[in-house]
């Protein structure tokens, strides 16, 4: 098993990975496979339709503008908001798309962009379908596609059958589990982020590798700073106004008057996590960590270590992240990182053990203490539902990011007072999640059919 650092921290904008970033890819792979087919001069129009909570939590979440804005030709990744804005108008005035190497194609996203309440598509809650139709409106191309959450997407057919493992067999640590990455770091004498970065280096140099994670920590803190110089209310409808500035503000001053409470420590970690997570549900630039929903955590926990611990040093931020990242991937593996899929505890738990993780690597922290820290953050996150209230990516998760930030700091506290063993594997932990993901009921797994999105405040 081997899933990059490059691909748990993806950078993206928001409000979601999964509704967001996942069908905004979707749309451009689409468009690659209709200029390879052999049918594509014929075209004349597109359609898309969603499915499960792509439908459900679709409007909330942006679906639709990300279907079109990715239609439109553009990437989470490489992404201008202003220009995006005016291709958006246009395409409104118009309802055509135009691109190198394929007709003009008739798409209106109010007409062509269907919700489906219905079933969902059987292989993953986030389901989408593209079609390309000749100008009798008959069928010419159709991929289904799912978005499996942190921004991945696969097709009907790779969900169906996934690439072999044999792969795996070439990377230098390729462990699928915690007990071989235990097993590994031991045989080995490395560090869980030496044993990453052993990986990394397989297929890029030592330069993209350490460039790539900086690039990752600025964007990240990045979107911390301007979190916390933003206020004024957040887009989709509750009203719910952005705190992090005014917080920022407060603890700032409690700091220069020497009046902090003991406990200020914990709103710091708060208003680091809420100040990413109201920038995402901005739609603003975020990385995913391991998704847009919970990325707040990893960077308010990374920001912590620097700006508050005693010796923190800066050069250890690429062991934050690749530490977080092997974690994250041993969730992506054996479970899910997908709310759609397995609840909350999918993101912001998943998230936790991450942060965990890597504090408790640059803190000094041994493999068995790092993955004691996983699993008690993400052991306290087990069963958490993702029901945001009226699909929009605010309530609750906005204070869960930061509670989870917390959460995380506890974790690796606790794992640092002790040598590592414990009763609880990780992995047990991580199938225990997988588990509870199974068997939760549709209504707390992002549709917001149930749970806080359907207990709103009637004042």
Known sequence: ??????????????????????????????????????????????????????????KGHATDRAVAL?????????????AAERQLEELGRSHLLRHDGLPPLVFDPAADIVFDYGPPLPGHANGLVFTACDSDAAALLSET????????????QERGAPAAAAEAASWPYPFANAAAMLRMAKESGLSIAEMKRANE??????????????????????CI????????????????????????????????????????????????????????????????????????????VLRYYLDHCV?????KVADFLLTAAAIGGLIKHNASISGAEAGCQGEVGSAAAMAAAGLCAVLGGTPAQIENAAEIALEHHLGMTCDPAAGLVQVPCIERNGIGAIKAVAAASLALRGD????????????????????????????????????LPEC
């Open 420 to 455: 590592g063993s414990h009763f609880m594997p990780l992995d047990n932990c991580i199938e225990a999640m997988r588990q509870t993901g199974e068997a939760m009921n549709e209504r707390f797994k992002e549709t917001s059919l149930g749970g806080l999105a359907v207990n």
């Open 145 to 156: 596609y799912y978005s499996i959450g942190g921004g991945f997407v696969v097709t009907a």
């Open 1 to 58: 098993m081997f899933l990059s650092v490059f691909d748990v921290f993806k950078i993206g904008i928001g409000p979601s990975s999964s509704h967001t970033m996942g069908p905004m890819t979707a749309a451009g792979h689409f468009l690659a496979l209709l200029r390879q087919s052999p049918s594509r001069d014929r075209a004349a129009a597109v359609k898309a339709t969603l499915y499960g909570s792509l439908a459900f939590t679709g």
């Open 311 to 315: 010796g923190a040093e800066p050069e």
């Open 225 to 300: 700073e301007r979190g916390l110089g933003q206020e004024g209310e957040l887009p989709g409808g509750l009203r719910v106004r952005r705190r992090a500035a005014r917080i920022h503000r407060q603890l700032e001053a409690e700091k220069l008057a020497n009046r902090s409470q003991p406990h200020a420590t914990t709103d710091w970690l708060s208003v680091y996590a809420m100040a990413v997570n109201e920038e995402n549900a901005a739609g603003g630039r975020v990385v995913t960590s391991p998704t847009n929903g919970a990325a707040g955590v990893v960077p308010a």
């Open 70 to 82: 990715g239609l439109l030709g553009w990437t989470p990744a490489a992404f201008d908001f202003d």
């Open 201 to 222: 280096i397989h297929r890029l140099s030592p330069e993209e590798v350490d460039s790539g994670l900086g690039r990752l920590w600025s964007v990240m803190n990045d």
